[in-house]
């Protein structure tokens, strides 16, 4: 018999996929396709979509860490920061959007919320649907989701995220057997 959650969990995410523009994941991928560099971040369950992402930015073979490791190098100018955060108003994602500007750096964002303090740093801004706590301010609506607070962004993040990997591979002309060669081989 057929899990009737993951149906309507799966029916809710087909729905909402339908709000996300494809020109916001091209203007995304312009700016991995131009950076000397690529950082990600992201904050919470959205920060375990974003780290996914960046290991596979590593395996299209493009120089990627992630902020916060104690091996992520300094950004600089020509590099790119890309943020995962659903409100846009993460404390120590918005310390990391200045000073990435600050050092010159490009600003891509996953978000829900573009007019907030992330999203008005950004040179590109990928919008998803969805609510956090944040945004709603201490009440969710749940005629939104069927789920919990947040979590339609971060599975949509997931998502999207994958939608530019597999746009990435075909503008850079690779196979899955090139992201293969690049996968860890020491797990």
Request: some cysteine.
């Amino acid at each position: 018999m057929e899990c009737k959650i993951l149906r309507d969990i799966i029916a809710e995410l087909n729905r909402f996929s339908k709000q996300v523009k494809e020109e916001d994941l091209e203007k995304v991928a312009d700016e991995i396709l131009q950076a000397k560099h690529i950082f990600v971040a992201g904050a919470g369950r959205s920060g375990f979509a974003a780290r996914g992402f960046a290991n596979r930015l590593l395996h299209l073979g493009f120089a990627v860490s992630f902020v916060g490791e104690p091996t992520t190098p300094p950004i600089q100018e020509g590099d790119l920061l890309i943020i995962g955060s659903g409100s846009g108003t993460t404390g120590s994602l918005v310390v990391s959007a200045k000073k990435a500007k600050a050092q010159g750096a490009h600003i891509a964002t996953i978000t829900i919320a573009p007019e907030k303090t992330i999203g008005s740093m950004a040179d590109a801004v990928l919008q998803l649907p969805g609510t956090t706590r944040q945004l709603v301010e201490g009440k969710a609506d749940e005629s939104v989701s069927i789920q919990p607070v947040g979590t339609v962004f971060e599975q949509l993040s997931w998502l999207t995220y994958d939608a530019l990997v597999l746009y990435l591979l075909k503008k850079t002309n690779q196979t899955f057997d090139d992201l293969l060669a690049r996968h860890a081989n020491m797990e």
